[in-house]
């Protein structure tokens, strides 16, 4: 029985994971690409080089252009740019 509430818990974490990526690539694809090319995070003179800093120039960007994300969405996209983009862990408490 431990084994079948434990492969059930992965199982939802795997599906809740692989959906909030799904969704952080499309507002990205909708919202961020409008205004610039994915060479932006790879540039070497890219602002955001930890974490916090990237989390900082998401939320900067969503408030510029009035997307008003909350801190869910604005952690779900700093999340998968991170990971996707920037080879950055995400912290502890996050």
Not at 31 to 46: D, N
Request: hydrophobic fraction near 40%; charged fraction near 20%; proline fraction near 1%.
């Amino acid at each position: 029985m431990k084994y079948l509430i434990a492969m059930l818990f992965f199982g939802l974490a795997f599906a809740s994971n692989a959906f909030a990526e799904s969704q952080a690539k499309t507002i990205h694809d909708t919202y961020c690409i409008m205004c610039h090319g994915t060479e932006l995070y790879t540039r070497e003179s890219r602002i955001a080089r930890d974490y916090e800093t990237l989390r900082a120039q998401v939320d900067r960007w969503q408030a510029n252009v009035a997307l008003n994300w909350s801190n869910t969405e604005i952690d779900m996209m700093t999340n998968w740019l991170a990971e996707r983009y920037y080879g950055l862990s995400c912290p502890a408490d996050c």
